[in-house]
């Protein structure tokens, strides 16, 4: 029997299925018109803050979901962001008011950030009165329940789906930092914004983040930038055809010429600063040390922009991380160390001795060290631990271990354990 | 690995495997005592290429001129036994894209090009003994896998020449027609595709073909 025909078909099958398969999870979502608050006042704001049992979509996003508000500042405006975090596939709801409608209304979307499914929302706030659900109007009397109730739906198709959640307890009040990987969460898991990018930065605080770890690398011409890979690659740009290191090129022929994966530039590290300090109500930043070279123009960034936040009256921590020895060289290297906070990646000795660091930041998988975070903490110092996505751990070190915050590429996921500790 | 690249891998593993075991249970090779004859066959071509698949123009470009056509150059050498599956290695270089345009003004130019390195198998559709009077063995298709070398240049402001590897494949046909005892001249067809970089191009090269060894 010729078995030419079944090499040839099988070369064109090969042909057919040999191309890459490409995931992605456009968000069908483009944000609300009009910025502003809508109906929710402050005071309407602050009571809808909680923990909420699910009874109606609990099949598709577990029994309990943190409802809190954030913000983003534009200019002269500032447009109120309700999200809603819950312990499933690390999902999260970003939802606006509709100031448009005469009630307590929302809408937005939401996204699974361990898969690519999406989709539109929308709410009312009502509150349960003597059994009977009546609008919400910020006045609540003993014995009323909050009630967000809702519909969804995949992708762009009109939501049709039932999501129900009743106001169950308060958030969790213990301070914690909630510290967001590379400005906000990586690429790869098919955020709407690019990572490293101004736009994932004022989406952060959306994401359940209150600070972000930022990459920081120089431009040829010695432009503090940010980008995490040595190179440039498909991974976070667009096809342009230019490759290799990033250090290659000047910051003119980047910001001409090279987009990250969703269209944005790459920022410089002012831009990224200008952003947390300005739009964002995020209170801490973490500068990543991936460049080789002198530290003293970082140094000089980072006081420019705490004094920036100070004179906003905005508490915002920026501090330097020191990752390495050869990190630690370059810090040793300053002329003048004063008013430079700095975060300590290496061992306690060397936290403690040689650098003195107020925060100390070691690697999850060295495990809860629960003697040393306590000795480090009992000294005054912060400690967090990186970069933890795993879902388990990320709930295991909340509830039973001792640390400051984590630094996770799941800001959401963890947003929703620390929330619903008790 | 992802499980199509996977699939695929094995399917190449599958489709060589089942044509040179094919080729080895042919009635000449039974019935022959002594094994060859082998040769070392040398191929040098050139011809014109055409890049196949999206490319990313800045939006910043302005008056931007792209072209998707090179001048590709290829040296092969492979094993030729005596069955059907040739093996052996494969390199050049060839134009993948370039273009330019104006930013603000001042003119800026892109040019991506790459070097292939692959492990090829090759086998010709027919076998016949004596003269090559058959078309089908005169035809071949090949395929091979391996490291491309990609490289830019860009041209603005200053001149940065980069290179990253990309791992990738290769698939063709071709058809070579004797000229003398040892040389042919053939024509082919082939698909680049360095996969992981996401550049593919289509290639019609004509060859020289030079058993340099045989024993």
């Given amino acids: 029997m010729k078995l030419y025909p079944i090499w040839l078909i099988s070369l064109a099958w090969l042909l057919v299925v040999g191309c890459r398969q490409i995931y992605e999870a456009p968000v069908p979502y483009t944000g609300p018109d009009i910025p502003g608050a809508g109906k929710f006042t402050t005071s309407i704001r602050q009571s809808m803050e909680g923990v909420y049992s699910v009874t109606d979509g609990s099949d598709r996003f577990g029994d309990q979901m943190v409802v809190k508000w954030t913000y983003l500042r534009e200019g002269n405006d500032t447009t109120y962001y309700l999200s809603m975090f819950a312990g499933t596939d690390a999902t999260y709801f970003s939802l606006a008011g509709q100031p448009q409608v005469d009630s307590l209304a929302l809408a937005g979307y939401w996204r699974k950030l361990s898969n690519t499914e999406t989709g539109l929302a929308e709410f009312a706030v009502q509150m349960k009165h003597n059994g009977q659900l009546q609008n919400y109007a910020g006045r609540l009397a003993t014995g009323d329940t909050l009630v967000i109730s809702g519909l969804y739906n995949d992708d762009k198709a009109k939501p049709t789906r039932r999501l129900t959640l009743t106001y169950n307890r308060p958030l969790n009040p213990e301070p914690f930092a909630i510290l967001a990987h590379r400005s906000g969460g990586r690429t790869s898991d098919l955020l709407p914004s690019s990572e490293n990018s101004v736009e994932i930065i004022k989406l952060a605080s959306r994401l359940g983040a209150t600070g972000i770890e930022i990459d920081v690398r120089y431009t040829k011409d010695g432009v503090p930038i940010l980008y995490h890979d040595n190179n440039l690659n498909l991974r976070l740009i667009q096809k342009n055809g230019l490759n290799g290191p990033i250090e290659d090129y000047t910051y003119k022929q980047l910001t001409n010429l090279v987009r990250l994966i969703n269209g944005e530039k790459i920022p410089t590290l002012e831009e990224a600063l200008e952003a947390v300090v300005v739009n964002t109500p995020l209170s801490f930043v973490w500068l990543d040390t991936k460049y080789i070279g002198p530290m003293a123009p970082i140094q000089a960034i980072q006081r420019k922009y705490r004094e920036r936040a100070a004179q906003l009256g905005r508490n915002v921590q920026i501090v330097i991380g020191i990752p390495s020895t050869e990190a630690l060289a370059s810090y040793e290297a300053l002329a003048d160390k004063t008013n430079t906070p700095i975060l300590s990646e290496l061992d306690t000795a060397i936290t403690r001795t040689t650098l003195n660091s107020p925060i100390w930041a070691p690697r999850w998988t060295l495990g809860p060290q629960i003697d040393e975070v306590r000795a480090m903490q009992k000294e005054g110092r912060t400690v967090f631990v990186w970069t933890l996505d795993e879902p388990q751990f990320i709930r295991e070190f909340i509830n039973e271990s001792r640390f400051d915050g984590i630094l996770s590429n799941y800001s959401t996921l963890v947003a929703y354990h620390h929330y619903t500790k008790q | ?215």
């Fill in chain 2, 1 to 215: 690995m992802q499980p199509r690249i996977r699939i695929l891998y094995w399917l190449i593993a599958w489709l060589f495997g089942s044509l040179g075991a094919r080729a080895q249970q042919s009635e000449i090779d039974s019935l022959l005592s002594q094994r060859g004859p082998y040769a070392i066959v040398v191929t040098a071509g050139t011809g014109l290429s055409y890049y196949s698949t999206h490319l990313g123009v800045p939006p910043t470009l302005e008056a931007a001129r792209v072209s998707r056509f090179g001048f590709p150059g290829t040296i092969r050498v492979m094993w030729y036994p005596d069955h059907r599956l040739r093996v052996g290695l494969e390199t050049g270089w060839t134009t993948l894209y370039s273009y330019r345009g104006f930013i603000a003004g001042e003119r800026s130019q892109v040019y991506v090009s790459t070097t292939p390195i692959l492990l090829m198998f090759a086998m010709p559709l027919g076998w016949l003994t004596g003269t090559e009077r058959s078309f089908a063995r005169r035809m071949s298709i090949m395929g091979g896998t391996g490291v491309y070398i990609v490289r830019s240049r860009l041209n603005y402001g200053n001149i940065v020449n980069a290179s990253t590897y990309s791992t990738g494949w290769m698939a063709g046909a071709s058809y070579a027609q004797p000229v003398g005892r040892r040389f042919r001249a053939a024509v082919e067809l082939k698909w680049y595709d360095a996969v992981a970089s996401e550049n593919a191009a289509f290639v019609a090269e004509v060859h020289l073909v030079w058993r340099a060894f045989s024993w």
